[in-house]
């Protein structure tokens, strides 16, 4: 519906950086298609499983006892402590619980790690394709964004550095590097991390580091890790989540890592802006913690299954171009002929029932893929998996 000129006046009243805040690009296809019975919804990043009892029942005991009041802007101890002994088991060495502070979801981590960095006159440097939130992150602080294409072979997405490094000049405050990257499935090795590391090491340059996917991964136990090589202090700043390896994307809760000499930084960006997370929803992450171990596990084998389901049948089709994802989970993939991709996945929804994000979503050297999520059961997988080779109609699903 077009704006009435006493709405557009309100709005050209607001900052520019929120007035100019975009759209995401997954929501008209979702829209679109949300109501279609019988549609598969493959859009959005994230599971088919609600959130395990035990996780629940954590947090109504909480509320049950009364926990309703201010809570510890840092986060409860106990659960910045059981952070510490969950990266001390990833990880095999000691951490800390003074670098964990909690937050409102990753999201919420990558807002401050770009508060505390960067602002106007300052830019950040990010690789693309990508989760588009954290561009839209720096650009509400007033930073510019530089986006550094990564290179498509069907033998697996690639970053060349050197454009990483080229892109970075006398303004810029912070890489944001998403190794498992949501949404190519690339990884990088920790030949790749340490390069970066010394790049930044030597300009005085923060990493905001988005392992959030690190366990979803095709070959190992977990990606390699910008901890892998640095030290506590350098300029790191590790965002994280309970929503991906738990199944709380709803809950809207996570955590930031942060060398300690940012603690009360960073306890001061929390005050002003959320002033914590609800003592209720850290009882529950929790009992994620502690209890979530085979939880996790079992969705690390689920997404193995869903990515075989999907992936090994796109790869049969002529048409489809795709590198099969070495981690997170999704597929992202191109077909023949068809480069309009916002146009395709309301196409995809009319004649295939199945619900997949445009590349257009994510930003430079996405537009002519699909993303496609497989953390789902593999029967909808599998069905999803022969509309679409159906609709392909070259015999794939033969
Ligand atoms: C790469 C990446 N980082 C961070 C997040 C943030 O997760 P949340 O805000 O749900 O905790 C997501 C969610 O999709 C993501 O894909």
Known sequence: MPLAESDKALIAGLRAEA??????????VFNYG?????????????????????????????????????TYQRGLPELRAALAAYHEAQFGRPFSTERFFITGGGMQAIQLAFQATAGAGDSVVIHTP?????AAAAGLVGARVVSVPSEFSINGWSLDLQKLFDACDGTTRAIFLNSPCNPTGWVATKAELRAVLDFTRSHGIWIIADEIYSRFVF?????????????????ILYVNTFSKNWAMTGWRIGWIEIPEALGQVFENLIQYNTSGVAAFMQRAAFAALEQGGAFVEHQIRRVKEGRQVVCGVLAK????EMAWPEGAFYAFF???????????GLKLVDE??????????????GDRFMRLCFARKADDLAEAARRLSHWLGDGADQ
């Not at 199945?354 to 930003?363: D, H, K, L, R, S």
């Open 19 to 28: 007035r100019n805040c975009p759209e995401s690009g997954i929501v008209e």
């Open 34 to 70: 949300r109501t279609r019975p019988g549609l598969i919804p493959l859009w959005a990043g994230e599971g088919d499983l609600a959130t395990p009892s035990f996780i629940c029942d954590a947090a109504t005991r909480s509320l049950a006892a009364g926990e309703t009041f201010y």
């Open 130 to 134: 990508a989760w588009p939130n954290a």
């Open 219 to 235: 070959a190992g136990e977990r990606s390699a890790s910008f901890r892998d090589v640095a030290e506590d202090d350098d300029r």
């Open 317 to 320: 089709s002529n048409r489809v």
């Open 334 to 344: 191109a077909i023949a002929g068809e480069d309009d991709t916002a146009k395709l």
């Open 352 to 365: 295939a029932n199945v619900g997949i994000a445009p590349g257009t979503a994510f930003g430079p050297g």
